[in-house]
């Protein structure tokens, strides 16, 4: 079983910015993805960012060039560093892995329970 645990969301003004954090824990043989996820209020929940191994960061247009997704894969971590927040940015942020557990050989898909993050106008 893979865990996922995040940390950083918070509340900061609009303009302002947040770091968040999330590493991923237990058996684990490979992971191939980690992204970050959003579900604000009534809302879907949407992929805003996410990196493959060996490959370059995709982000959603409504973060491009505001986002910034980071992979340490020695570490099994991956960070989401978000710049010039809006309002529209506050939601609950998730952390997603896919990959292949150890203990089974057969993939997996992993979330973290999610962190608020608050944009105040």
């Known amino acids: 079983q893979v865990q996922l645990v995040e940390s950083g969301g918070g509340l900061v003004q609009a303009g302002g910015s947040l770091r968040l954090s999330c590493v991923a824990s237990?058996?684990?043989?490979?992971?191939?993805?980690m992204g970050w996820y959003r579900q604000a209020p009534g809302k879907q929940r949407e992929l805003i960012a996410s990196?493959?191994?060996?490959?370059?960061?995709n982000d959603a247009d409504s973060v491009k060039g505001r986002f910034a997704i980071s992979r340490d894969n020695a570490k099994n971590t991956v960070s989401l560093q978000m710049n010039s927040l809006k309002p529209e940015d506050t939601a609950v942020y998730y952390c997603n892995a896919d990959g292949i557990a150890a203990a089974t050989w057969r993939s997996f898909t992993s979330w973290g329970q999610g962190t608020q993050v608050t944009v105040s106008s």
């Open positions: 990196v493959i191994s060996g490959g370059a960061p």
């Open positions: 237990g058996s684990i043989f490979r992971i191939h993805a």
